[in-house]
């Protein structure tokens, strides 16, 4: 069982420290990792970046909701940092680009978060069961087995997902404005991507607008430039 991180050459793996973080991550690797590995470097992401989310879960479930506020807060600072930057890896040679924490952990933890939105807890949940419980248990996986399973769960297309999300680079920048004319209000929104590699970011937009009486959240889905 993977626990931990590896000291000198020894094949035995052990626990370094024992904070709260570490642990949930390297027991989330009993599953996404050991009962199901990637079939390929490109595919190394599906192991850390969903031990990295759920840690994030771990903190949803096991600690206050202000704590599992912070840590995606977290996550999406470290990513969001830089404007470039692919989960997917195009020289699997360097070992550091793999092992990159910005975007094999916490890019690729959020967009499994973006992921779960998008299609819903149902169908993410049972992707994932799947995914652990197939034909791939005890053996390997690659993202396109990731994305077919939540496709047959959700019913949805994820080609445009996953193209802008794990083959393209950075995230988008939204810039947001509103005009108020008595009852009325127009929203504008414009966005910029932060890499030439995606043109457009399909991302939902919420929105919650107040009145004295009555709050309401709109959520906007902007599907052009």
Excluded at 46 to 63: D, H, I, M, Q, V
Excluded at 88 to 93: G, N
Excluded at 162 to 189: A, C, D, H
Aim: hydrophobic share 40%; glycine share 8%; net charge positive.
């Amino acid at each position: 069982i993977y626990l931990g991180w590896r000291y000198g050459t020894s094949d035995h793996e052990f626990y370094g420290q024992f904070s709260f973080d570490l642990m949930a991550h390297e027991l989330a690797h009993m599953w996404f990792g050991d009962k199901v590995t990637c079939g390929s470097w490109r595919d190394l992401w599906l192991n850390e970046g969903f031990a990295t989310y759920l840690t994030a879960l771990s903190y949803r479930y096991l600690k206050p909701r202000t704590e599992y506020l912070r840590i995606m807060r977290e996550i999406r600072d470290a990513v969001t940092g830089v404007d470039d930057g692919s989960i997917f890896p195009k020289d699997t040679a360097q070992v550091n680009r793999l092992f990159n924490g910005r975007l094999t952990y916490n890019k690729a933890a959020f967009v499994l978060h973006m992921l779960k939105v998008k299609v819903g807890d149902s169908a993410f949940y049972g992707a994932c069961r799947k995914f652990l419980t197939g034909p791939r248990a005890y053996g390997f996986a690659t993202t396109q087995d990731l994305q077919t399973l939540m496709e047959q769960e959700s019913g949805q297309n994820l080609d445009t997902f996953f193209m802008r999300w794990y083959m393209g680079e950075g995230f988008p920048y939204l810039n947001i404005n509103w005009i108020q004319k008595g009852p009325s209000m127009q929203v504008t929104v414009k966005q910029r991507p932060s890499h030439p590699s995606v043109p457009f970011f399909q991302v939902p937009i919420p929105i919650l607008f107040q009145g004295n009486n009555r709050d309401t959240l709109i959520t906007l889905y902007p599907n052009k430039l």
